[in-house]
């Protein structure tokens, strides 16, 4: 080994690397179960984070929409705590090697895998009319993202550890049938809140798209808002606060409440005992205010800063360019494309 070999090995700290889509404003859903934890990385690990604007484009986006929201997107993650000085933060189609990548990857990639996936299965029954091949080959674009980075951990909702198995077996076969080249990625997934479920239906999963506001709290949303959905969350007719599995409804409740005040379901049991659900949701609804408030001033203040926003997306990009293209031309060299 050399000297910079040698340094690189003692020195370097892990690599974390996650995406969110720019597909409109974040839910509690996201914030609970992935970016809520993505600061909280920034010291420990090299973080990365992206507004994974390509994989948006699976399900069709109005252009001008899709603008606005990336840089909404990245400024709500910033606003979340992520420090630029720390933390990579960049757009995905700013950086080219992603989209390479992926196609080499999906070489590696059997088809099999790809139509058993549930999100593909899920998305291709919401949209029967586009079933197109990015909402197939996705994954294979999500390994890319992962990949190019020689990330070692990924902090995801639960929704998506079945892709980043994909990725993972895609890094084995690749690795296998050359010589180590990708790092393998283990996720990062929450014990509580890595699935925070719908307001309306609670044996679904909240998510950006609903077309229902009432089962989704956004970011954004007033603090008024916030409170009606929360008090029009679905329940049971039971009466009594405590997490069980036909109790969907009051175990969400009680996973975000949770999470947003460090109390176990032990706790908030007991703080709510002999108390009504109108009470808790209630005691749901401030917490949850409480903890957007400063991430929602902050949103304000950075939005209206748009020559801040995109000189760090451009900083970014630079940094992000300059590692995913050491992967890139390692891999570019491993299945033979001629090097000039
Ligand atoms: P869409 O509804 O457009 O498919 P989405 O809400 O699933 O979007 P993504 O941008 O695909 O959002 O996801 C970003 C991150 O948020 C991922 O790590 C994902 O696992 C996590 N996530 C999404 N929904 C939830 C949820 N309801 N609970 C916990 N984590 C979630
Ligand atoms: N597929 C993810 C978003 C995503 C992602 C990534 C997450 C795209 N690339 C890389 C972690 C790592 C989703 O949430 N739907």
Known sequence: MNQETIQTATTRKKRVFSGIQPTGVFTLGNYVGAVRNW???QDEYDCIYSVVDQHAITVRQDPAALRRQTRETAALLLASGIDPKKSIVF???HVP???QLSWVLGCFCPFGDLTRMHQFKEKSAKHPEDINGGLLTYPILMAADILLY????VPIGIDQKQHLELARNIAQRFNGVYSPTF???DGYIPQVGAKVMSLQEPEKKMSKSDSNENAVVRMLDTPDAILRKFKRAVTDSEGCVRAAQDKPGITNLMSIYGVMTGKSF???EHEFDGRGYGEFKQAVAEAVIETLRPIQEEYARLLADKAYLDSV???GAVRADALARRTLSKVYKKVGFLQL
């Open 183 to 185: 790092t393998m990625p």
């Open 97 to 99: 090697a992603h989209a």
């Open 91 to 93: 757009v995905q189609s």
């Open 313 to 315: 997306l451009t900083e």
């Open 266 to 268: 032990a706790d908030i």
């Open 39 to 41: 600061p909280r990385l």
């Open 150 to 153: 020689q990330t070692d951990l």
